[in-house]
């Protein structure tokens, strides 16, 4: 049977969806797959388990962090330079994807930059459109695109139901990060 790539949602309120992903990509490493993980949102120097054990793996799986603060979380986050660094990253982003040199692309947090206004879905959909064929690819965030809802093959929506934040616990190393 002929590889085919498919397109990946995961998405909700709830804590996972990056690890849900990564998860995948550790499977498809083991099969010798070339992994890249494009991690946007997030601090660059920003501790990072996941970054840390790639690290130790070998050139097939490879992570590239943008740094770039979500304005989830920081509210003093100037939104037009933020746009612009965002725009600068998608043009990376694309040029890998045309490359054609990896089985399985992450687009950690690009559904965020959906909803936040910094990407719309038609130029999303273009990227996805100029992978691949047998390129998997996974986008991840908080929000449901309605459009690459209709685009995609698999939708997984991790939903909050509890967390310890809740309660006033703060991110624990190697369990949130």
């Known amino acids: 049977m002929?590889?085919?790539?498919?397109?990946?949602?995961?998405?909700?309120?709830?804590?996972?969806?990056?690890?849900?992903s990564l998860g995948l990509a550790l499977r498809a490493w083991g099969w010798r797959k070339k992994i890249l993980v494009f991690q946007?949102?997030?601090?660059?120097?920003?501790?990072?388990?996941?970054?840390?054990?790639?690290?130790?793996?070998?050139e097939n799986f490879k992570i590239v962090r943008f740094p770039q603060e979500h304005p989830l979380f920081n509210k003093n986050v100037d939104r037009v330079k933020l746009k612009k660094k965002i725009a600068r990253s998608l043009i990376q982003v694309r040029k890998n994807i045309k490359e054609r040199k990896y089985d399985l692309i992450i687009l950690d947090e690009v559904l965020n930059l959906?909803?936040?206004g910094f990407v719309s879905e038609r130029k999303i959909i273009a990227l996805l459109k100029e992978k691949n064929p047998s390129t998997?690819?996974?986008?991840?965030g908080r929000y449901l695109s309605p459009k690459l809802a209709e685009f995609a093959d698999y939708i997984?929506?991790?939903?909050?139901?509890?967390?310890?934040f809740?309660?006033?616990?703060k991110a624990r190393r190697g369990i949130e990060y």
Do not use: M, R, W
């Open 136 to 140: 998997e690819i996974i986008l991840t």
């Open 156 to 164: 997984s929506e991790i939903k909050e139901i509890k967390h310890p």
């Open 166 to 169: 809740q309660k006033g616990i």
């Open 114 to 116: 959906i909803k936040e």
């Open 40 to 58: 946007f949102l997030k601090k660059k120097n920003f501790p990072s388990g996941e970054i840390e054990a790639v690290k130790k793996l070998d």
């Open 2 to 20: 002929k590889n085919i790539g498919l397109v990946h949602l995961y998405y909700g309120t709830g804590k996972g969806k990056t690890t849900a």
